[in-house]
């Protein structure tokens, strides 16, 4: 990871950490600064049960939570949504994530338009999260 920041070229500071279990996921939560960007990306919810993250977490004032996830149990969004109002979080639901990706190959694979956002978006959300698991 450091090597392609490096390649990158960028100057935003970026820290690295290694963990090896949730306490330290929470240590390093509660070390962020209000309004900073958490994700998760592992796979856990979608391809494991559980979260990245302990029940006694508590997510950044005004921070921002992704969840990458779009099925499964989301423990992480459950997480972040139940501390939503009292921290001031913004919230991203891994669904419209997919929807993307999945439209973009649906169009490329059947020469379509399918739009990326608006009316027509939101109603190919709506009838795939009728069927959402």
């Known amino acids: 990871m450091r090597a392609f920041h490096r390649r990158l070229g960028t100057t935003a ?3 690295y ?15 962020l600064r209000p309004g900073s960007l958490v994700i998760n990306a592992t796979g ?8 990245p993250l302990t029940s006694a977490a508590v997510f950044p004032e005004r921070g921002w939570v992704w969840e990458f996830n779009y ?13 939503a109002a009292a921290r001031g979080l913004r919230i991203e639901d891994g669904w419209t994530y997919f929807i993307h990706g999945w439209t973009r190959v649906i169009a490329e694979v059947f020469h379509l338009e399918i739009p990326t ?17």
Not at 18 to 30: I, K, W
Not at 117 to 133: E, H, N, T, Y
């Open 44 to 51: 856990l919810g979608k391809d494991a049960p559980g979260s």
């Open 17 to 31: 950490h290694h963990v090896t279990g949730p306490e330290q996921n929470d240590r390093l939560l509660a070390s």
């Open 117 to 133: 956002r608006g009316p027509a978006f939101d109603a190919l959300s709506r009838l795939a999260a009728a069927v959402r698991v």
């Open 71 to 83: 099925r499964g149990d989301l423990v992480f969004l459950d997480q972040a949504r139940a501390q």
């Open 13 to 15: 500071r970026i820290e």
